[in-house]
């Protein structure tokens, strides 16, 4: 398994921007998938972007656009790249890792408040 540790959140105004990282302890090429999700205060977690090992991006429709997952491999880092926020953007971000045999890690969360 891998440890994630995630920083970047607070507080920014409806159009700002911020970047999420994800330091993960050990070499993230090898990892089978690496995703962004978020949970809203009374919401279900939902996958937000996913960066799958060949390099293949998702994310989902109501970020197209405003949303970049990245990686940088010399740093073992993930990163969500986040424009134009909106205040229905505000949760608690997760990195989480999955290995190809299913096992699955995550971070402890950082806050994201947009609000003006």
């Known amino acids: 398994q891998v440890q994630l540790m995630e920083s970047g959140g607070g507080l920014v105004q409806p159009g700002g921007s911020l970047r999420l990282s994800c330091a993960a302890s050990r070499n993230i090429v090898t990892i089978y998938a690496m995703n962004w999700y978020r949970q809203a205060p009374g919401k279900q977690r939902e996958r937000v972007a996913t960066l799958t090992q060949g390099g293949t991006t998702n994310h989902i429709d109501s970020v197209k656009g405003r949303f970049t997952i990245s990686r940088d491999n010399a740093k073992n880092t993930l990163y969500l790249q986040m424009n134009s926020l909106k205040p229905e953007d505000t949760a608690v971000y997760y990195c989480?890792?999955?290995?190809?045999?299913?096992?699955?890690?995550w971070g402890q969360g950082t806050q994201v408040t947009v609000s003006s």
């Open positions: 989480n890792a999955v290995s190809a045999q299913g096992f699955s890690s």
